[in-house]
């Protein structure tokens, strides 16, 4: 039995829809195991720690200086703003 073109185009179309379909799970499921942590789960740790979450608005000078700063010396931006604040209530 001969198909007709449209057929056979449609055949191949449904082939590499399926393989695509394959390779995006097959992709999803490699890297399971390697994903960050759900949002759930990193707010509950954050919790286990005592963090809690704390924003504010700034001016955005404000914002890109404590940025340059916490790059400059290579320290995260969380642990900057809480010295920062500490020096401030301190002083």
């Known amino acids: 039995m001969t198909m007709k ?10 082939r590499l ?5 394959k390779d995006v ?3 999803r499921l490699a890297n ?3 994903e960050a942590p759900s949002r759930r789960e990193q707010r509950d740790r954050e919790r286990a720690l005592g963090l809690v979450p704390f924003a504010v608005k ?3 000078d404000l ?7 916490a790059q400059g010396r290579q320290v995260d931006l969380n642990d900057l ?3 920062l604040l500490r020096k401030g209530l301190d002083g």
Do not use: D, F, W
């Not at 073109?5 to 449904?14: F, G, N, Y």
């Open 32 to 34: 399971a195991g390697s």
């Open 58 to 60: 700034l001016q955005a």
């Open 17 to 21: 829809e399926g393989g695509m379909r």
């Open 81 to 83: 703003v809480a010295e």
């Open 5 to 14: 073109r449209t057929e056979l185009e449609k055949l191949k179309a449904r």
């Open 63 to 69: 914002v890109k200086e404590i940025h340059a700063r």
């Open 25 to 27: 799970v097959a992709g």
